[in-house]
C-alpha cells in the first residue's frame, strides 16, 4: 500500500535499527508508523512492538505487516500517556511533536533511544532544540542515499532525498 509521505528507505532503516540499539525485550514505539517497514525491522530484536499513526489506512498496514503488533489510531499526544514505558522510540511523524515530546520524555525508561527520521531540515532542527532542552541530544546527521542507473551503456547515481536524523538518549 502506497501511503502519502516520505517512504523509509531501506538502506535507512538499517541506519536506524543500528542507532536503536534495540536489545530483546524492549519496548519499541514508532511515532508515525506508516507502512509499518520500521516496526517490521525492529521485530527481529524485539516483540514488544507498538505504533501511533494518524491515517487510519496507516495504522491497517503496518497491522497487516507486523500483525503481533499494537497499532493505535491517533494523536501522539492523546496515546502517549496510556502506554506502557518505553525503552526505544522512532520518529517517523513529527505532526504535533512541540505537544507529544514531553509525553514522550515522560514515558521514557532511563537510557531510551529515541531517533527522528525527517525529510525537512527546519523540523530536524526543531526535533534536536527539544533533545537539547531535553538534555538527550547526541547527534544530528545527514544521510544521502543515491541509486544506480543505466545511463549510455553506463551505470549513473540518482539522489534520493536527503534525510535529517536525530538521536538523543534519555
Do not use: W
Request: hydrophobic share 45%; charged share 20%.
Amino acid at each position: 500500500m502506497k501511503l502519502p509521505g516520505t517512504a523509509t528507505q531501506a538502506e535507512n532503516i538499517h541506519i536506524i535499527m543500528g542507532k536503536l540499539d534495540i536489545q530483546k525485550g524492549d519496548l519499541f514505539l514508532d511515532i508515525g508508523c506508516g507502512s509499518g517497514a520500521v516496526s517490521l525491522a525492529a521485530t527481529r530484536f524485539t516483540d514488544r512492538i507498538y505504533g501511533i499513526d494518524l491515517r487510519p489506512e496507516a495504522v491497517e498496514a503496518s497491522r497487516a505487516l507486523v500483525p503481533g503488533g499494537t497499532f493505535l489510531e491517533g494523536e501522539a499526544r492523546e496515546i502517549l500517556p496510556h502506554l506502557p514505558e518505553i525503552d526505544r522510540c522512532f520518529i517517523g511523524g513529527t505532526r504535533g511533536i512541540d505537544d507529544f515530546f514531553p509525553l514522550l520524555l515522560h514515558r521514557a525508561k532511563p537510557g531510551c533511544v529515541i531517533v527522528a527520521d525527517l525529510a525537512r531540515i527546519g523540523i530536524a532542527s526543531r526535533t534536536a532544540a527539544l533533545m537539547k532542552e531535553a538534555g538527550i541530544f547526541q547527534e544530528l546527521l545527514q544521510i544521502n542515499i543515491f541509486r544506480g542507473y543505466n545511463l549510455a551503456g553506463d551505470i549513473a547515481l540518482r539522489p534520493v532525498n536527503p534525510i535529517f536524523m536525530v538521536v538523543g538518549r534519555c
